[in-house]
C-alpha cells in the first residue's frame, strides 16, 4: 500500500527520563544521532528487529509546549501532497526542509481536526556525475615535461 507510516517522533520535556521509559517498559533500543552541526540532539528509537514488523522512530527535546508525538507519512513528492493536504482543509505547519545531506525531507501539517502528522521523502539517488571524484594524480611523466619546460 502506498504512503505507509515510516517513522514516529517523541518529543520529551526530559529526554533522559523519556529514554529511561521507553527503554524499561518496552526494552526499546535508544541510541543518541549524529546531526549535522548546528542542528538539534536527536536520538534514534529502534524498536524491532531487523526484518520485523514495525517502524522506529525518534525521541527528543520538545520544541514547543503541547508539542504532540507525530507520525511521518512517505511520500513520492512532499509538495504534491502539501498541494493535497490544503486542498482537502489541511494546514502546512513546517514547509519542506532538507533533514541532512542523503537523509531526505520533510515537511509538517496539520489535519482538519488538529492533529499534526509529517511528510517523508527519501532522497533521491546520487547520480554518478555527483559523485565526488578524487582529483587525479599526475602521472610522473607530466611531472618531468613540466619540470624542463622551466
Known sequence: MPNAVVH????????????????????WNIKQFPMPAGGPEYWGVTTRKEGAPGINGGLMK?????????NYVDVKSIDDFVGKVQAAGGTLIMP????????????????????????????APM??????KAPAKKTAKKKAKKKTRR
Open 8 to 27: 514516529f517522533e517523541i518529543p520529551a520535556d526530559d529526554v533522559a527520563r523519556a529514554k529511561a521509559f521507553y527503554e524499561n517498559v518496552f526494552g
Open 62 to 70: 520538545r520544541n514547543m509546549p503541547g508539542q504532540p508525538f507525530a
Open 96 to 123: 519542506k526542509q532538507e533533514i541532512g545531506p542523503g537523509m531526505g525531507s520533510f515537511a509538517v501539517f496539520q489535519d482538519t481536526e488538529g492533529n499534526m502528522m509529517g511528510l517523508y521523502q527519501a532522497a
Open 127 to 132: 547520480k554518478k556525475s555527483q559523485a565526488k
